[in-house]
């Protein structure tokens, strides 16, 4: 019942921004917690960022607090993350999630995904 579909990947140079965005099909997009995680090849699945129902509090991964912050727009059923100071280490095929009522940082607990949108970060 839930469709994630992200955008806004690309290459870009470090130091560079890049806005990722995440639209979703749900009635219920506003009391959804949602989430990005982020993948590269041989590495577990990782949180990157959450945000809670009620848009209240934010979650982010220790290594892009104060770089990258996630927000939403009920009125257009979309999730964003704006990513500033990027770094090669963020190269990653980047999703977003939903899950009912509360953000948590465990990949397991995600009901719904998007199909992901690859982030390469050159030096």
């Known amino acids: 019942q839930v469709q994630l579909v992200e955008s806004g990947g690309g290459l870009v140079q470090a130091g560079d921004s890049l806005r990722l965005s995440c639209a979703a099909s749900a009635r219920t997009f506003s009391s959804l917690a949602l989430a990005w995680f982020r993948q590269v090849p041989g590495k577990q699945r990782e949180f990157v960022a959450g945000?809670?129902?009620?848009?209240?509090?934010?979650y982010y991964l220790d290594s892009v607090e104060g770089r990258f912050t996630i927000s939403r727009d009920n009125a257009k059923n979309t999730l964003y993350l704006q990513m500033n100071g990027l770094k090669p280490e963020d190269t990653a095929v980047y999703y977003c999630a939903a899950r009912p009522t509360l953000v948590v940082r465990e990949v397991n607990n995600y009901d719904y995904w998007g199909q992901g949108t690859q982030v390469t970060v050159s030096s």
């Open positions: 945000l809670s129902t009620v848009n209240s509090r934010t």
